[in-house]
């Protein structure tokens, strides 16, 4: 679905649904029909749905009078937050305008991306130096080094010794894989990801499910999930985007600090509420998912898309910017 941002002075997007033009307003996050059209529901769910979950561009002034004279700490998932979601995951570039964004972020604030990619990857689209990054869910977290005296990046690898098995179980899923047009096997290093966007027919994606179950079958060690269009592979160890965001926190000296620490965390996937539930137990901080349907989820605020995402971090340097 494609949206355009119009040139109104009340920062409004025009979207096209069934033929009839649908006005939505980035700062409340609300739908609004100019005629009526055939998803009047689903407009109406998201609306209601804002209600819970309010814009944070919207409630970015609330947000930030809550956050004066805390330490900000930002967290960013990178597929459908820092880029769009695309049919081919190789092709998931970072624009130009995230990337100067993201730049302005760190200058004020600790910055972190945790992504379900492989680090390396993540890192590559990403392409900034000072920020750091947890690939494969978390369980591969590399900490840029303090100063020129030290020698390496410190890595973190709470699954490295399943590296074997993840090599072994890559190598019999691409080969069956390769038979069902549509899909494809992604390296994550410590997980494997298998993507089935392009599947055109219902029934390849059942074959396909099938046969990764059939293959997990002989690695118990390992279990199944299911993020947006693709199955994942991962290690069945008690590590997820939660548990990154506690170590990143601990590692830059943020966990004994009491309460003047604000992890702010934006993500539009499922294993992000694992990162927005460290904030709810926490009792403060900011988890913000990237979603234009309704879904259920513990993030108290809401941005629709990666556009707003490039327009909240924007606001958020700016902010600090002018309070220092």
Not at 49 to 72: N, Q, T
Not at 277 to 284: L, P, S
């Amino acid at each position: 679905m494609r949206f355009q941002r119009s040139s109104t002075p009340d920062k409004q997007k025009v979207q096209h649904v069934s033929s009839k033009a649908v006005n939505y307003d980035e700062n409340s996050g609300v739908f609004s029909l100019a005629s009526t059209a055939s998803n009047l529901h689903d407009i109406s769910a998201y609306n209601s749905w804002v209600v819970e979950h309010p814009s944070a561009l919207g409630s970015f002034d609330k947000m930030m009078k809550a956050a004066k004279g805390m330490r900000i700490v930002v967290f960013l998932d990178y597929d459908g937050t820092l880029s769009p979601i695309v049919d081919d995951p190789d092709l998931a570039f970072m624009s130009n305008e995230m990337r100067a964004a993201l730049r302005e972020v760190v200058t004020y604030f600790p910055t972190a991306v945790i992504s379900g990619r492989s680090r390396d990857k993540v890192r590559g689209f990403v392409q900034l130096s000072n920020i750091y990054y947890a690939g494969s869910h978390g369980m591969d977290i590399m900490v840029p080094k303090a100063s020129e005296l030290d020698e390496s990046d410190m890595l973190f690898q709470p699954a490295k010794i399943f590296l074997p098995a993840i090599q072994e179980m890559r190598i019999v899923l691409e080969e069956l894989v390769r038979k069902i047009e549509g899909a494809r096997v992604e390296d994550n290093r410590f997980c494997i990801s298998v993507h089935y966007r392009n599947i055109v027919r219902e029934e390849d994606y059942v074959i396909l499910e099938e046969k990764v179950k059939s293959v997990i079958e002989h690695f118990p060690e390992f279990h199944l999930t299911q993020g947006k269009k693709v199955l994942e592979i991962r290690p069945s160890i008690e590590w997820n985007k939660g548990h990154a965001l506690e170590y990143l926190l601990d590692t830059l000296g943020f966990s004994d600090s009491g309460d003047d620490v604000f992890p702010l965390y934006i993500g539009d996937d499922r294993t992000d509420e694992d990162a927005f539930k460290v904030i709810e137990t926490r009792g403060h901080g900011f988890p913000i998912i990237v979603s234009s349907t309704p879904k259920d989820t513990k993030a108290t605020y809401s941005l629709h898309d990666p556009s707003e995402v490039l327009t909240f971090l924007l606001r958020l340097a700016r902010w600090s910017k002018a309070s220092s």
